[in-house]
Structures are given as C-alpha cells and as structure tokens.
C-alpha cells in the first residue's frame, strides 16, 4: 500500500513510517522537513494522488484551546479536502482516550474538534484513541518543573507503549480495523507516582508537588473504558527495560 502520514517526523509519527516501510508499504511523509505546511493546503492533493490511506498523527505546538484548536480543524480539513479530492479511500486519526469526557480541559476539547472536523471532511474516517505513552511522565516532568520542584497533575492514568500504538494506526490504515478503537495499557497507575519514578532514577534534586487536576481527569476520565483494547507491557516493566 502507499500510505501518507502527517506528522511523519514526530514521535509517533517516525515510528509509523519506520514500521510502515518494514512492512513493505510506499510511505508519503508529510511535515514541513518534507516540505509540507499542513496548516496550508498546496500541493497535498498532488502529495496524496495514488495513496491508500492517511494516518494523521499531527502535534499542535501548544496547549492552548483555542490555539490547539485552530491548528487540528485546521490540518484536518486541509488533509481531509485534499484526500477526497485525490481519491483516497481511507484516514486514520490519533486521538486521546477520555477526550470526550473532559470537556474541563481545552486541549482535550481541541482533540475532539479534530476528530469532528476529520469525519465531517476525510474520505473513510477512523479515529484511534490512545491512552497516555510510557513516556508521559518523563515528559511532564520536564515540562513543569520549575527549579526544584515539578508541578503534576494528580489523576489516574492507564498508560500504554507507543509502538502498539503504531500497530494498531497501521492496522487501521490497511484495514484490519473496521470502526474507531481505543487502546490502553493493562494497568492503572497513578501519574505523580509514576513521576516520582522516573526522578528517583535520574538522582535529581527534585520535588514533585501533587497539584489537582480537572475534576473529569480527576474522576478517572483518562482511563480505559469497557470496551477498549489492552496491549503491550504496563509501564513498570517497559521502564525497567530503559
């Protein structure tokens, strides 16, 4: 298959072209250091003439609602408009398990409004839910750390390795998947604990600071609903393999 993926040289999105190319597909990247500016629409219908399946695993570059917002409605319809327009039969979209239970939380909200604008515009839409990567925590505690204390959010979190996440937009791209899916991890764990982990292994001088989080994230509206897939190891063991 000739698979397109926006986002093609994020975290995610390297994954889905390494593992997309192993398996024999023809991939497409699309990021602006492949010299597309998804926040425009040139050259994407030209881009996707003759692919099979868009995976869109684009990152806003904020948190803010409205900033978030405008960037995914944005890349979205552009993708969607073009793909429609080149005879694309199917998109995949990555979203975030629980978005559409945390209307407390902006960029959540911005998350469903990505996933509005990709069913109303993109030919074949799906939406994979993911849960929060392993590598959530390290990142949080980088991005609130002030000094020498971190600042986290106290919520229950149910997180999930990334390349199952990958498996799975892949199986979804060459239609494996016939529905939108969510996918979690097996294990709940609490995201502070998990922060103070990762800070007792650096050996850092550093305070984590339980702050409280939006009442629907507070209230477990990240985890794993009934219906959602479990996969992969739970963080424990992928952290101890690092």
Same mark, same amino acid.
Request: charged share 20%; net charge negative.
């Given at each position: 298959?000739?698979?397109?993926?926006?986002?093609?040289?994020g975290l995610i999105g390297r994954q889905v072209v390494a593992l997309a190319t192993a398996q024999g597909h023809e991939v497409v990247g699309?990021?602006?250091?492949?010299?597309?500016?998804?926040?425009?629409?040139?050259?994407?219908? /030209?881009?996707?003439?003759? &692919?099979?399946?868009?995976?869109?695993?684009?990152?806003?570059?904020?948190?803010? /609602?409205?900033?978030?917002?405008?960037?995914?409605?944005?890349? @979205?319809?552009?993708?969607?408009?073009? @793909?429609?327009?080149?005879? #694309?039969?199917?998109?995949?979209?990555?979203? =975030?398990?629980?978005?559409?239970?945390?209307?407390?939380?902006? %960029? %959540?909200?911005?998350? &469903?409004?990505?996933?509005?604008?990709? !069913?109303?515009?993109?030919?074949?839409?799906? =939406?994979? !839910?993911?849960?929060?990567?392993?590598?959530?925590?390290?990142?949080?505690?980088?991005?609130? !750390?002030?000094?020498? &204390?971190? !600042? =986290?959010?106290? #919520?229950?979190?149910?997180?999930?390795?990334?390349?199952?996440?990958?498996?799975?937009?892949? /199986?979804?791209?060459?239609?494996?998947?016939?529905?939108?899916?969510?996918l979690a991890g097996p294990k709940v764990e609490r995201l502070v604990a998990l922060v103070e982990r990762v800070v007792a292994r650096t050996g850092e001088q550093v305070r984590v600071e339980a702050v409280? @989080?939006?009442?629907?994230?507070?209230?477990?509206?990240?985890?794993?609903?009934?219906?959602?897939?479990?996969?992969?190891?739970?963080?424990?063991?992928?952290?101890?393999?690092?």
């Open positions: 298959m000739r698979i397109a993926v926006a986002g093609s040289t699309l990021s602006p250091s492949t010299g597309y500016d998804l926040l425009q629409p040139a050259g994407l219908v /030209e881009a996707l003439a003759g &692919v099979d399946a868009v995976v869109n695993v684009t990152q806003s570059p904020t948190l803010d /609602e409205q900033e978030s917002t405008e960037f995914f409605v944005t890349v @979205a319809e552009n993708l969607g408009k073009a @793909a429609s327009e080149a005879g #694309v039969p199917r998109t995949v979209v990555l979203s =975030i398990v629980g978005a559409d239970r945390s209307p407390d939380y902006g %960029y %959540y909200v911005a998350k &469903v409004a990505q996933e509005e604008a990709t !069913r109303a515009t993109a030919p074949g839409a799906l =939406i994979v !839910r993911a849960t929060q990567f392993h590598e959530f925590a390290g990142q949080m505690l980088g991005w609130f !750390r002030d000094g020498d &204390v971190t !600042r =986290i959010i106290d #919520v229950p979190t149910q997180p999930v390795a990334t390349d199952e996440i990958v498996k799975l937009l892949l /199986e979804a791209a060459t239609g494996q998947v016939d529905g939108d899916v969510d409280p @989080a939006p009442a629907s994230m507070a209230g477990g509206s990240m985890l794993a609903g009934p219906g959602a897939l479990l996969r992969g190891p739970d963080w424990e063991t992928w952290f101890a393999a690092q």
